[in-house]
């Protein structure tokens, strides 16, 4: 997977829809399986001046994305559930996979940003039964057409979600974050987990449990499947994406240590890894993905 680096800085060429055109067309061509765009509606200047990141809306983006191509996976990583009424949500996310032929995998998460939940006049502290309420209103929204449903946070008098995704019963449900909570959820209903792998400050950051190395990863991934065993499931059921190193394009690798390390994911049972585009201007950026794609995507 790869995501799209959205940037407004002058003369980088990132915002231009003729290169978000030319990203996604290319990234299909390439071999890439999914492109992604992330979900930050309302992020404090402070946060982004500091190293955060500008997002457009995931939903719009992944339809425009799908109707440019007609491969390559569209995928959110993630969407904060608990910012969005489920019915707003899943229509959206209904739209994507309509209108990609059936293309959508989604990545939700459950935010960690205190001051965009509380911009978008959402309560911080009830995310996790937000999340919770919101996906089963979804779910039912997906499975059954209509939604009653009388609810902590929402209410619904047979609403009905039509037309339905083209993915049945529903598309691909990821969970981000490494919490034990995250965890359980993938193990009861979820085809996905989008692990978080990194430095101790960026799992403090996001407020989820830290992964720093691959025996952590390991570890969890056997804390899973031990999970899904308990609810009747295996590992075969779901899939893992991972960062790495080796995705990350701004890094001086050699094709060889790009190689074992997505060979060391693999090996762990991850099925996905995540490519990270460097930060560039858009021309010289293409050449690094395409790069990527003629040494190790091939050699893969």
Known sequence: MVEYPVRSAPGEGWLDPLNVTDFARTVE???FEAVAFTDHPAPSAKWVDAGGHETFDPFAALAYCAAVTSRIRLMTHLAVVPYRNPLLQARAMTTVDVLSGGRSIFALGVGYLRSEFAALGVEYAERNALFDEAVEVMITAWTQGAVEHHGVHFTARDQAMRP????RPHPPLWLGGNSRLTLDRIARWGQGWAA????????????????????ELGGYIRDLERR????GRTRSDIDILCPTP????????SVEQRIDGLGELDELGVTWAVVRVPDQEFGRAMDAVRSFAADVLAAL
């Open 29 to 31: 061509q390439l071999g």
């Open 164 to 167: 339905l995704p083209v993915q």
């Open 196 to 215: 978080m792998v990194g430095p101790p400050q960026l799992a403090r950051s996001a407020r989820t449990a830290p992964i720093t190395s691959a025996a």
């Open 228 to 231: 899904l065993e308990n609810y």
């Open 246 to 253: 080796a995705g990350v394009l701004a890094e001086a690798l």
